[in-house]
RNA sequence: CGGGUAGUAGCGCAGGGGCUAGCGCACUUGGUUCGGGACCAAGGGGUCGGUGGUUCAAAUCCACUCUGCCCGACCA
């Protein structure tokens, strides 16, 4: 491709919003271009790494026997109503009516779509086990993008799906996913972990994501650098400390101006963790059937000394979604806040206490009086409610396997994988018969990965201050021509030469000044960069550097100018 | 959806009731340069996000609205 031909332009600054390294060159080295908040085309550039990833994914998924399909984009409403998502589903799903007033759908996930086709093929366990995939166009109306191509509303999404008679086939189906996402993130050249993941909307009960950790990350991994622990924050569990002792009766106390739990240790002058601290939330519940919705308090209970996940709240309150209480709301359900507790909490508040709580004795918890907190209350005594793990991991957490300090760290999610069990097939009759004639649900799993935002990752890894280095399996280009002499049949020859060749091959052929042109190339980061200058031409030569590595300049012989590049390809692939 | 911030040339920005709306980069033409974002000269490009109002006069003041970005809520 020539340079003077390429359909983009780069920019000299930064256009203003770009706040990231990668997404400021991915937009400066004209990669790709913003249509509107989270949505963007890909220029020719970003679209050649687009497809250097695809085909990397395919390879891949090719591999485990996965056969390629293509489900569409629109999907009928009463499909997704056969599983409820059509009404669980916020507004994070666009929904329209056909001509004919039918509800219709974006689909943003396809297990409704590839549970019908399942239906549809599958009727023996002779079919079985079935493993189909797609690249296809998702849009996820998402309140908040940002980044760049990290967080985007329309973005392509390889998404696979398994069909098996058993557990047995599902577990080694998701292995096999498991063991080809990282071999797929090793050929980009993205470093990632595997962490144990919440299954949120998808359902069903064992799920990994795949993490790039990177500060700009937006979920909170939890490891542990002893055994190798590693969860989502959302899910992550951790060794909790008791501190046992014999249950007092409740007492109340003036305790004025301590709307804290750091105030109430002041005061009181006891450790944190004598003290239960709640939180006030709003749950949505809909009812999957008739997409009725009502909302109901949700006050989750932790001890001082730990905060509350809200993921995990939202699980165990089995609530749809989630979100802070309004003062309002909380007065009405007979609360103070600063000194509220669900004692003497109205009836049809959801009360989740963390374990934490419910084995430990004579806490200090809000008298819903102002200014007036109880001390020595219990639970089960003073108040009642449902008892889970509410508590958020964090940093030195003991590790719930091994005991030792957990770390936590930021990370972008670049995959997902979810065993799904039967709660697509069963809600969408997506049954087969087995070898004794019997009737049984399709066991199902659903795989993704994010081709955008794995580009975008990447891009994040490999960068320096005058632009993108991407590796070569994934960069647009293997070289970057550039030629500085004035003889263009030269440069012309060379350029057809290196194609002629199948090497993939920009040829800077503009009349811009060397400077110029290696700022772009440096901006663009092709890995390798040839320099056809008046410097070593005369002795029948030129230069080659790597974009990774700049201080290193070789020279090849202009003669067998292809094979050394070959070769070269070949030693950095 | 809440809080913040911004919208003036392709990009980055200045101007803040008054006369022809400016600067840098980019672009066009001519010339000189020619290995790390060259120089000189001459040019082209704007309904100042939109609508309504105030005023003799609005890019500038007011109201509403649209859009972008950041933080939160939310989310794979």
């Keep these: ?136 166009t998702k849009w996820r109306d998402d309140p908040r993008p940002r980044a760049g191509l990290i967080r985007v509303r329309e973005f392509t999404m390889k998404d696979s799906y398994s069909f098996d008679k058993d557990q047995e086939g599902l577990e080694k189906v998701y292995k096999a996913h498991y063991d080809a996402y990282f071999r797929i993130y090793k050929k980009c050249g993205l470093p990632v972990i595997a962490v144990g993941s919440d299954s949120g909307m998808m359902g069903g009960k064992v799920a990994h994501e795949y993490m790039y950790l990177s500060p700009i990350g937006e979920d909170t991994i939890i490891t542990c650098p002893s055994c190798g622990y590693t969860a989502n924050r959302q899910v992550a569990r951790f060794q909790k400390d008791y501190y046992p002792e014999e249950p007092k009766a409740k007492e109340l106390v003036e305790t004025p101006n301590t709307k804290t739990i750091e105030d109430l240790v002041k005061v009181l002058g006891i450790p944190a963790r ?92 809000g008298a819903n009086k102002e200014g007036f907190h109880y001390i ?110 004035k003889e263009t049949d030269v440069s012309e020859r060379i350029y057809s030469q290196l194609e002629a060749a199948g090497i993939e091959v920009l040829f800077d052929d503009r009349k811009e000044t060397a400077g110029v042109k290696f700022a772009d190339a440096d901006l663009i980061g092709v890995p390798i960069r040839i320099t056809l200058g008046n410097r070593s031409y005369k002795d029948g030569k030129c230069e080659v550097k790597l974009r990774s590595n700049e201080d290193e300049v070789m020279s090849f012989d202009l003669e067998n100018l292809v094979s050394e590049i070959k070769d070269l390809i070949a030693k950095i692939s």
Aim: charge should be negative; aromatic fraction near 8%; proline fraction near 4%.
């Design 1 to 136: 491709m020539r340079m003077s031909r390429l359909f983009s332009k780069t920019l000299r600054e930064a256009p203003n919003g770009a706040d990231c390294k990668g997404y400021e060159y991915l937009l400066r080295a004209g990669y790709i271009d913003q249509l509107a908040t989270g949505i963007f085309s890909l220029l020719p550039l970003g679209f050649r790494s687009i497809q250097k990833i695809s085909s990397i994914v395919r390879e891949e998924m090719n591999a485990l026997g996965a056969q390629e399909i293509l489900m569409p984009v629109v999907n009928p409403g009463d499909l997704w109503k056969e599983t409820g998502r059509f009404y669980s589903i916020d507004r994070e799903m666009s929904r329209f009516k056909d001509r004919n007033d039918r509800d219709m759908c974006l689909a943003m996930t396809h297990e409704e779509c590839a549970t019908d086709l399942g239906r549809n093929i599958i009727d023996s366990y002779k079919r079985l086990p079935l493993l189909v995939y797609q690249l296809q």
């Design 274 to 365: 004598k003290t239960a601290k709640a939180l006030f939330m709003v749950g949505t519940f809909i009812n999957d059937e008739t997409g009725e919705e009502h909302t109901k308090l949700v006050v989750g209970i932790v001890r001082g000394d730990m905060d509350i996940e809200e993921n995990k709240l939202q699980n165990a309150a089995k609530a749809n979604s989630l979100r802070p209480a309004h003062e309002e709301e909380i007065l009405e359900a007979g609360i103070i806040p600063g000194f509220g507790s669900p004692i003497g909490a109205r009836e049809g508040t959801i009360v989740i206490v963390d374990d934490s709580v419910a084995k430990s004795n004579n806490l200090v918890a």
């Design 376 to 485: 020595n209350t219990n639970f089960g005594v003073d108040y009642n409610g449902t008892v889970a793990d509410i508590a958020s991991a964090a940093q030195d957490y003991r590790c719930p396997v091994c005991g030792k300090p957990l770390n936590s760290s930021k990370g972008v999610e670049v995959g997902n994988i979810f065993q799904l069990g039967t709660r697509y097939s069963e809600a969408m009759n997506c049954y087969y018969q087995d070898e004794n004639g019997a009737r049984k649900p399709v066991i199902m799993g659903s795989y993704g990965i994010g081709i955008g935002r794995l580009l975008a990752c990447l891009c994040e890894e490999y960068n320096d201050e005058r632009g993108l280095m991407l590796p070569i399996a994934v960069a647009p280009y293997q070289v970057h021509f550039i030629s500085l002499i």
